[in-house]
């Protein structure tokens, strides 16, 4: 279903969860706007925004961490 045009019922979900989508929609709020309207009261919300590979190029001062995610880059061809 279209992030932008959530159709279920009020208070339908304990739970909402978006993996690595979000990011693309240009307006957030809209979104927003229909999850908060699809929880129940008291209910959660996760969400992730971009793919963890193209941050772990950050130097974190784990040189361990920092060559295997080079590696990983490398060998699928992540930019």
């Known amino acids: 279903m279209n ?5 279920f019922p009020d208070n339908s ?6 993996s690595l989508a979000i990011h693309y929609i240009e307006d957030w709020s809209k979104v927003f706007v229909h999850i ?9 919300f996760l969400f992730s925004c971009g793919h963890p590979l193209r941050f ?3 130097d974190t ?3 361990e961490y920092f060559t295997r ?4 880059k490398e060998k699928y061809g992540y930019p």
């Open 36 to 44: 908060y309207r699809i929880l129940k009261p008291n209910s959660s």
């Open 13 to 18: 979900f304990d739970f909402v969860y978006s």
């Open 3 to 7: 992030m932008e045009d959530i159709d």
């Open 56 to 58: 772990a190029m950050d």
């Open 69 to 72: 995610t080079l590696q990983i």
């Open 61 to 63: 001062g784990n040189d």
